[in-house]
């Protein structure tokens, strides 16, 4: 592994306490579509971007709306949602204060209007110099490309910077980048998470992982 002089997080899971909230949001569109909730892989959507999801929703269950329809529907659910509901995942916002030392980014599969509130509410929207959005690349993850554009916003090469991230696809957009993963098991079990450099039960944990080999 070479030296680490870059962090880019992935945002739901991670920092925000969000996974969650995205299947509350799922939930309610189903119920009013009157889909069974267990016809739905919700759990198996983490870390997948709404964009591909709606296609799917829409052809396996032949709904009369649009994907584009049931998009904006769904972000609105959400927005709406992480009013009162969104925390962050416990210490990781206090985490980021460890690396300033070090460039900072944000790869997520979220759009840019869900993002911008959450790391609003959490109040960081100010800590990352480089922000990739779904809406920023052409291949969301498990494509290498969300990850591969804030390296190059951050001016470091993919080699030496690290990707936190706790889903399948984040783990394997960030892998095929070239950089360090780490993997954190806030939303699913770390057998799941294999393709990661290292495992850690914690964000916090991740990051004072990075900050020895800092020292």
């Keep these: 592994m070479q030296d680490i002089r870059a ?9 925000a306490d969000s996974e969650g909230i995205h299947i509350l949001a799922w939930e309610e569109i189903a119920a009013e579509h009157g889909l069974p909730e267990d016809r739905l892989p919700l759990h198996e959507w ?19 709306v649009t994907p584009e329809a049931l998009l904006e529907h769904k972000r609105r659910v959400f927005r709406r949602l992480i009013g009162d509901n969104l925390k962050q995942i416990p ?17 997520t599969s979220s759009s840019r209007s869900e993002a911008e509130p959450m790391l609003r509410i959490l109040g960081i929207a100010d800590r990352f110099r480089a922000v990739v959005t779904c809406e920023a690349v052409k291949r969301s993850k498990p494509e290498p490309d969300s990850y591969l554009l804030a390296a190059q916003l951050l001016g470091v090469a993919p080699e030496h910077c690290a990707a936190i991230e706790d889903s399948i696809s984040g783990v394997q957009s960030a892998r095929q980048a070239g950089m360090t993963v780490l993997a954190v ?3 699913m079990p770390a057998k799941r998470l294999t393709g990661a450099h290292r495992i850690f039960a914690s964000t916090p944990q991740a990051v004072k992982w990075i900050r020895k080999r800092m020292a």
């Design 185 to 187: 098991t806030t939303s």
């Design 46 to 64: 983490i870390g997948y971007p709404d964009s591909e999801i709606v296609k799917d929703v829409v052809r396996e269950h032949g709904l009369s």
């Design 91 to 107: 210490g990781s916002v206090e985490a980021l204060c460890e690396l300033e030392s070090l460039h900072l980014g944000l790869a």
């Design 7 to 15: 962090v880019i997080f992935d945002l739901d899971g991670v920092l």
